[in-house]
Nanobody, 119 residues
Framework: QVQLVESGGGLVQTGGSLRLSCAVS????????MAWFRQAPGKERELVTD????????YYADSVKGRFTISRDNAKNTVYLQMNSLNPEDTATYYC????????????WGQGTQVTVSS
């Protein structure tokens, strides 16, 4: 059974940085497309970024382009989200998610980690 465990959230001031980690257990990370989603209170969950399992292609939401970077360490079975130049609009619970090469939807989710950016 594949499990995802996020860590690294916290409270940071505007302009600060955080790095989130998502540890994958149960199966090799290299066979999954990995993503970070976030959900702020009263808002729908949104896809922030993803890293495709093949071809090293990535996607970033317009709101985070140039500030956030997704990376994956297949040897450590861990995905990271480096977040720079944070602003209060980035405040949300961040979730790590995974889907297999033949899946169309993200079926595996972590428990979430809270990121709060103070103004």
């Amino acid at each position: 059974q594949v499990q995802l465990v996020e860590s690294g959230g916290g409270l940071v001031q505007t302009g600060g940085s955080l790095r989130l980690s998502c540890a994958v257990s149960g199966r090799a990370l290299s066979t999954y497309t990995m993503a970070w989603f976030r959900q702020a209170p009263g808002k729908e969950r949104e896809l922030v970024t993803d890293s495709r399992w093949i071809g090293d292609s990535t996607y970033y939401a317009d709101s985070v382009k140039g500030r956030f970077t997704i990376s994956r360490d297949n040897a450590k079975n861990t995905v990271y989200l480096q977040m720079n130049s944070l602003n209060p609009e980035d405040t949300a619970t961040y979730y790590c998610a995974a889907k297999g090469s033949s899946e169309s939807a993200y079926a595996i989710w972590g428990q979430g980690t809270q990121v709060t950016v103070s103004s």
